[in-house]
């Protein structure tokens, strides 16, 4: 008998049946959390309209012209220089250790969470639970992901009620899905633990070494405006952010960056839909770094854009060497 779940217009519980027990059986048998305590935490849980509506139809998908004015604001890149010079010794020792930008780290907190500031109000067990058990195409994915909220919830001696995050079950400040807290946490604060709800160094730390393990590499290009002419440059625009080409097969095929770069360089070019039209950008390999913190190029964009306002910000504040409240 499968788990059924019926969706109202309000809180909804989890229906205990035999797939929930099997649930319940293997998180005892392979990760040793008592069976008896993952169905006391399950029968608490609800189903979430949010997270099936959110999954099936992401913010992300909206065209890029759009999805950019949403992040790219006056309040979120003054909020990026505010929490730059707040955290300044921290994102600095991250991008000395792991080899990534300050500003990309600040950029990626600031789209996630508004630097800290965003007050999540969804419970991660019913947002992981839902989609665990009722999302139509990534089923296996949740349900890796509700076991490590449960798992780390038991070893930490924590009511995983108590773990506040998105639609789709991420938490803390960096928005780490549960599976990445052991691979990417980092007690950057040096407290003898790994705390991305409440230590905001721990969450720099951990954006830091989460971009590097997937390729970051500090002092080269990310992405830039391109022009194109002729025909030949179509068959070079995909769909895919991996960079596949050298730069200098690109150019000769029409494709031309607006910011010279190392002609052996790989890049792909990517086609946007922006305010005024049609944008060409060429993407490189720290673009799709990011891009494995989601893999949607608008969240990609926007972090590198927001990156790049508040390396400006910063530059402008202390060249003028006054900063005011």
Same mark, same amino acid.
């Given at each position: 008998?499968?788990?059924?779940?019926?969706?109202?217009?309000? /809180?909804?519980?989890?229906?205990?049946?035999?797939?929930?027990?099997?649930?319940?059986?293997?998180?005892?048998?392979?990760?040793?959390?008592?069976?008896?305590?993952?169905?006391?935490?399950?029968? &608490?849980?609800?189903?979430?309209?949010?997270?099936?509506?959110?999954?099936?139809?992401?913010?992300?998908?909206?065209?890029?012209?759009?999805? #950019?004015?949403?992040?790219?604001?006056?309040?979120?890149?003054? &909020?990026?220089?505010?929490?730059?010079?707040?955290?300044?010794?921290?994102?600095?020792?991250?991008?000395?250790?792991?080899?990534?930008?300050?500003?990309?780290? /600040?950029?990626?907190? &600031?789209?996630?969470?508004?630097? +800290? $500031?965003?007050?999540?109000?969804? $419970?991660?067990?019913?947002?992981?639970?839902?989609?665990?058990?009722? %999302?139509?195409? #990534?089923?296996?994915?949740?349900?890796?992901?509700? $076991?490590?909220?449960?798992?780390?919830?038991?070893?930490?001696?924590?009511?995983?009620?108590?773990?506040? &995050?998105?639609?789709?079950?991420?938490?803390?400040?960096?928005?780490?899905?549960?599976?990445?807290?052991?691979?990417?946490?980092?007690?950057?604060?040096?407290? !003898?633990?790994?705390?991305?709800? #409440?230590?905001?160094?721990?969450?720099?730390?951990?954006?830091?070494?989460?971009?590097?393990?997937?390729?970051? #590499?500090? !002092?080269?290009?990310?992405?830039?405006? %391109?022009?194109?002419?002729?025909?030949?440059?179509?068959?070079?625009?995909?769909? %895919?952010?991996?960079?596949?080409? $050298?730069?200098? =097969?690109?150019?000769?095929?029409?494709?031309?960056?607006?910011?010279?770069?190392?002609?052996?360089?790989?890049?792909?070019?990517?086609?946007?839909?922006?305010?005024?039209?049609?944008?060409?950008?060429?993407?490189?390999?720290?673009?799709?770094?990011? %891009?494995?913190?989601?893999?949607?190029?608008?969240?990609?964009? /926007?972090?590198?854009?927001?990156?790049?306002?508040?390396?400006?910000?910063?530059? +402008?504040?202390?060249? =003028? +060497?006054?900063?005011?409240?």
């Amino acid at each position: 008998m499968l788990l059924t779940i019926m969706i109202f217009g309000r /809180a909804e519980a989890l229906e205990i049946n035999k797939e929930l027990h099997e649930f319940a059986d293997n998180m005892e048998s392979c990760y040793g959390v008592p069976r008896d305590k993952v169905l006391w935490w399950m029968y &608490g849980a609800n189903i979430s309209e949010i997270a099936l509506n959110r999954t099936a139809a992401p913010t992300e998908a909206k065209p890029w012209g759009e999805y #950019r004015k949403l992040f790219i604001t006056d309040d979120r890149v003054r &909020g990026g220089l505010d929490f730059y010079l707040a955290n300044e010794g921290d994102l600095v020792r991250a991008e000395h250790q792991f080899g990534v930008s300050r500003y990309v780290i /600040a950029a990626i907190i &600031g789209v996630e969470t508004n630097y +800290g $500031k965003y007050q999540l109000k969804l $419970k991660a067990i019913d947002m992981l639970a839902t989609l665990a058990f009722n %999302s139509p195409n #990534r089923r296996p994915f949740f349900t890796k992901e509700l $076991k490590w909220l449960l798992i780390i919830a038991d070893r930490e001696n924590v009511d995983p009620h108590n773990y506040m &995050g998105s639609y789709a079950g991420a938490i803390g400040y960096p928005q780490f899905m549960p599976s990445n807290f052991d691979k990417f946490g980092v007690d950057f604060d040096g407290d !003898g633990k790994t705390d991305l709800v #409440r230590s905001m160094p721990d969450a720099i730390g951990s954006v830091a070494k989460y971009l590097s393990a997937h390729g970051y #590499r500090l !002092g080269e290009q990310t992405a830039v405006q %391109s022009d194109v002419s002729g025909d030949a440059w179509q068959q070079f625009d995909t769909r %895919s952010m991996r960079p596949v080409k $050298k730069l200098k =097969e690109l150019a000769a095929n029409g494709i031309t960056p607006r910011t010279p770069a190392n002609p052996e360089q790989k890049a792909i070019l990517y086609t946007l839909d922006g305010v005024d039209g049609k944008e060409y950008w060429i993407l490189y390999n720290n673009l799709y770094a990011i %891009s494995r913190y989601n893999p949607r190029i608008n969240y990609a964009m /926007a972090v590198f854009s927001l990156s790049e306002e508040i390396k400006t910000a910063v530059r +402008g504040a202390f060249e =003028e +060497g006054v900063y005011a409240e």
